[in-house]
Every structure is written in C-alpha cells, then in structure tokens.
C-alpha cells in the first residue's frame, strides 16, 4: 500500500503540475480573452476530447490488461507494437474523414463556432496528441510514474508558456491557444515516436490485433456513450445559451476537475495494481483498503474545493467568471462519483467484464443527454450540472450491481455524500451571501471544513494514527527524500 501511495504522490504532481499553471494562468487568460472565447474553447475541446478516446479505439485498455499476461520481453514488445500500428493508422483515418466531411457538416448544423479555423487547428492537434497514448501507457505498465510525469507536465505546461506569450507580446487573441498547442505537439512528435519505437517491435500479429479488438469493441459503444455524457452538455447549452454562459461553466468545471485531477492521478497508480492483484487471496482486502483511503481523501479535498469555490475563482478570475462558484458545489458531487466508478470501472475490467461498462455507460450516457435536453432550456447551465451528477449516479448504480468482487464500504460514501451536501448548500446559499467582513467569512468556512474532514475520519474509522502511518507519513518522507526509481 505504500508503494501505490508513494505512485500516486507522483502521478498527483503529474496532474498538479499543469493543474497549478492552469489555475495560475486563468487571471492572465481572463484578462485578454472574454466569456465568450472560452465559450469557443470549451466547445472546440470537447469534440477534440471525443475524437482523441475515439481515436485510441480504447485499446490503450487492452495494452494495460493483457502486458501482464505476457511473460517474454519479445511478446510484450510485440504487442506494444501491434496496438501502435492500429491505433495510428485508425487516427489517420480519422483525420482524413474529418476535413472531409467537417466544413459540409458544420454548416449543415449552423454552429455558432467556425469550423476553420478554430475546429481544422483542434482536429490537427488532435491528430499530434494521439501520438502520446502509448509512450505514456508504456510508462505506467512499466511502473515508471517519474519518467510519466515529465512526459506529462512539459506537453501540457509548455503550452501555456507559448500562450501567454502569443497573448502578451503579439496579441493573437484566442488563437494564441490553438496556434500555442499545435507547436508543442509538433515539438513532442519526434521523442514520442522514439519512445514507442524503442519499447516496440512491429511484427504485425493479425491474432493479436483481432484479439485486442475483441477485447476493446465491446467497451467502444460505453466509451462513445462516455464521451457524448461528457460534451453532451456543451453542445445543447450551444443551442440555448450565449458562448458567454458556456465560458463561466467551463471555468467552474475547470475548479471542479481540481479535485479530478487527484482522482485520475490516484487511477493511474491503482489500476495496474488492481489487475496485478485480481485473483489473489487478499483481493478483497486490498480493495477495501483502497476505497477507505481513496474516498476519505476525495471528500475531504470535495469539501474545502466546494465551501472555498467563490474565493477561488475571485482570485483566479474576475468578471462575470466569478458567478461560476454557484455550480461548483453541483459538479463536484459529479466529480466524487466519477471518482467511485473509477475503483468499479476497474474492479469490472479486471474481471473481464468490458460488457458491463458499455451498458452502464450507456445507459449513463442516455440520462445525461435526456436530462440536458429537458433542463438546459429551463434552468441553463445548472440543468447540464444536474443531468452530470445523475448520468454518473446511474453508471455507479449499475456498475456495483454487475461486479463481483464489491468493494466494502460504499454505505460510508452516502453518508459522506449526505455530510458533503448539507454543509456544501449552507456554505453556497447562506454564508457566502452573509453581510459579514470578509474575514469571519473564511474562518466560519474553516470551521465547517474541518466539522467535515474529522466526521469524514469518523465516518470511514481512520484513527489520527492510521491517518499518520499510511498517509502522511510516507508521502513526506518520499518528498522530503525526492522522487527515485
């Protein structure tokens, strides 16, 4: 267990890294650019977020899974190879198709974002980031979370560095963003394509290929259904709100994925260890460890992002992008379910069972775009909030009744649930909104966040001791003592 903390510690610096100059970055960014051109981003990534999971044919999955069943260097090479090839050639495919078809589709829609340049830029881009899919998988079978990190943190920092100068110095606007991604991307292309090259061997296996397709179509419809949960909401609140209201939900939703990024760091470490570990006698007593600590953790920083999101975003931000911190209590409730499938989700493919994510993704992505459909024209963005949290409720819902092994424990998360929602509304509704100096409002936040964490310690029966030994006490020895190999 202390290895996959000290992993995650460094996969969370991966992800906080970028994070931190995403954050670090908005008051610069919301000077020069207005709600409306993040408006315009938020769209454009959205469909780059489903052509770059569409593109991965979600054999990146397969590669993780079935690396461990391989014994030699020259079939575990060979299979790193054989995914590469697939998965590159696919992308092409999709590139091509893309501008083919794009400019006729664009119009036929009437969109209120030009396919060129901002959507011909975000297919490119697109193209150049499906290149990092295996390298960094690559890092992760071979439990290399440093080397990860690097990868990460300078394709995803360095962007922003050339943005801001594009911003600042020559004044291209919203531009600066497209034009700043695609030179970082052109700039990686190479070393990716030498990491890939080094750790593959590219002797095509028609049998492994149709093995890995197997393996991966069954989970293609729940990650197409995934993907249409995730950007459903932009594309209908596209039809019934300004680009300016697009922009101050993606700038909550921005916040929100603050808490996101430890959970993906905390998946990244833990979904290699799950399937290592499947089928093993302390199986069950290695999830319910996992799920205690994961989801103490979760709520705690759920808590303090949500009661602190109004001063959070008045320091990061200005304008109109500070109404935002009304939905960032709502979309973090989406946020800790997301991170309560990712433990399910994982126990489900470890048990084989890809047929089980793609209903309940499915059925997810269906409540979420019928949910969106009927509350966006009535509510506007809180309904695209609201039909998040339920889509994710509904594939956890399922997802726990179809695994076998059910992690011990999930009773505590509705009550964390229930603690989280209560203060998180009175915070919101009332604090905020008192006629007190500002000061006593940050100390009347602070006593409810800690109210929180000690009943979330009470709650999941973490003893201060257990908290010491299996938390902080090897996360600040392993930073004090520096990130090794």
Request: glycine share 6%.
């Amino acid at each position: 267990m202390h290895k996959l903390i000290k992993s995650t510690v460094v996969y969370t610096l991966g992800e906080l890294i970028p994070r931190l100059f995403s954050f670090a970055f908005l008051p610069i960014f919301t000077t020069y650019l207005s709600s409306s051109d993040y408006g315009i981003m938020s769209y454009t990534n959205s469909i780059m977020l489903f052509l770059y999971v569409l593109a991965c044919l979600a054999l990146n999955s397969f590669l993780l899974r079935k690396y461990y069943e391989f014994k030699t260097e020259y079939d575990r090479k060979r299979l790193i190879g054989n995914v590469s090839i697939v998965i590159i050639i696919f992308n092409v495919l999709i590139l091509a198709l893309a501008f083919l078809i794009g400019p006729q589709l664009s119009k036929y829609a009437d969109l209120k974002v030009d396919f060129f340049p901002y959507f011909s830029l975000s297919i490119l881009i697109n193209f150049l980031e499906v290149f990092a899919i295996v390298p960094l998988v690559i890092f992760r079978i071979m439990e290399k979370p440093t080397q990860y990190v690097l990868l990460n943190v300078g394709k995803n920092v360095l962007p922003y560095l050339i943005i801001y100068y594009l911003l600042a110095y020559h004044h291209w606007g919203l531009m600066s963003f497209y034009y700043g991604r695609l030179f970082v991307n052109i700039l990686f292309l190479i070393p990716l394509v030498y990491i890939t090259y080094k750790h593959a061997i590219f002797d095509l296996s028609i049998s492994l290929i149709k093995e890995g397709l197997k393996f991966s179509m069954p989970l293609m419809p729940g990650t197409i259904a995934y993907l249409l949960m995730s950007i459903s909401d932009r594309i209908i609140m596209e039809r019934y709100i300004s680009l300016s209201m697009i922009g101050i939900y993606s700038i909550a939703f921005t916040l929100a994925l603050g808490l996101g990024m430890f959970i993906q760091s905390g998946y990244r470490a833990f979904e290699p260890e799950i399937f290592k570990k499947y089928g093993e006698e302390d199986f069950s007593n290695f999830i319910e460890g996992l799920h205690r600590i994961f989801m103490f953790i979760v709520f705690s920083m759920a808590i303090a992002i949500s009661i602190f999101s109004k001063e959070i975003l008045q320091i990061l931000t200005n304008g109109d992008f500070v109404n935002g911190h009304t939905l960032v209590p709502i979309l973090i409730i989406g946020i800790i379910l997301t991170a309560e499938n990712a433990i399910l989700g994982s126990i489900a493919i470890a048990e084989k069972n890809t047929k089980l994510s793609m209903y309940s993704t499915l059925v997810g992505a269906m409540f979420s775009i019928a949910i969106n459909i009927i509350l966006i024209p009535y509510i506007g963005y809180f309904g695209a909030a609201i039909a998040y949290v339920v889509s994710f409720l509904v594939m956890n819902l399922i997802t726990f009744r179809g695994i076998k092994n059910k992690p011990n424990g999930v009773n505590y998360d509705l009550f964390a649930f229930l603690t989280y929602s209560i203060l998180s509304a009175i915070t919101t509704i009332y604090i905020t909104h008192l006629p007190w100096h500002m000061a006593y409002i940050i100390i009347s936040k602070t006593i409810i966040m800690m109210f929180s964490i000690i009943l979330f310690i009470k709650l999941y029966k973490f003893s201060f001791r257990e908290i010491n030994n299996i938390v902080i006490r090897p996360i600040s020895k392993y930073i004090l003592t520096g990130i090794h190999r």
